[in-house]
């Protein structure tokens, strides 16, 4: 089916550069001895995860508990969940995929884990549990003095075993914090199997961070205008782009696109929703649910009614998780057709 056919908006992926994102983080990291996991959040979708590992990943990191059970049962079994899982239903859930799979999860505080305990000593089995250390986005994680007491406490309990620091994003200004942490546990006698870094931000200097033994990365196999603005991209590396007619010229300057928050979502750069691959001027300040307001007073050539252009979204994860089929293209031809399995998945 040629690309032409679609409906529109539509998600494309070009499969050339896909491809190319995948074989080039696996080369960096096979390189310098670093596991790769991909963080599937990105994409949603089994088969192309299937693509990364086929390339060489050791595993996926998954956000939502939901997700790993769509990844569980397409078969995948090396799960990570970078996320404190809280509640004894979650936890519960997390216990039944740990029970057919290696699950790793992480925490960063003494309540958290006191509920994987519990969930885990309930079925008598053993999770995996990683200490968060916080970064610099303070976000979550655990200051690093209280990086020794989580891991001790993890250790203390009979059905959870100490696997390690984990720590997003892990661009090189945080080492020095990490070789602390680090110290801090071997001076208290406890030994770390992984040390997971992520984002795609500062994927390909993971190896200034030595201590890192793996990266976890999502945003890399599309990359988005965010990764292209803030220089970690290339626009050439964009392998997602939404397909939209322009359906209304209602000024000179102004073309409105079938595309609003429900296809590209409300994330934006510097207040633009995405990036008009074939007018490179135009500016999406806008977006209602189904409509994309565009300026094009800086364009020399305008589209007409009728258009169709592709938007290189600001975010690409938060696309993938609105749409049932991404559309994967090779020479304007729709060379598959992924359902989007994980989409939705957030709790
Ligand atoms: C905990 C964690 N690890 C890894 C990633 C992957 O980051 P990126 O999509 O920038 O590669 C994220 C992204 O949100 C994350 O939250």
Redesign the pocket.
Known sequence: MHVDELETPSVLIDLDRMERNIARMQDYCDQHGLAFRP?I??HKCPEIARLQIEAGAVGI?C?KISEAEVFAGAGFNDLQI??NIVGAAKTARLVDLAMYNRVTVSADHLTVIAGLADAAGAEDLTLRVMVELATEIERAGAPVDEVVTLAQRIDAEPNLHFAGLLL??SNPAIRPLLQEALDRLNHAGIGVDVVSG????A?FHAHEIPELTEI?????IFNDWATVSKGWAALDDCAMAVLATVVSRPTPDRAILDAGSKTLALDSVDGLHGFILEYPNARIYKLNEEHAYVDLSACDDRPVIGDRLHIIPAHT?VVSNLHNRLYGVRDEQIEVVWPVAARGRVW
């Open positions: 963080h959040k990105t990191a956000q970078p996320y997003y994003p992520g984002g795609t931000g994927a976890r990365v999502g945003t890399y994860c």
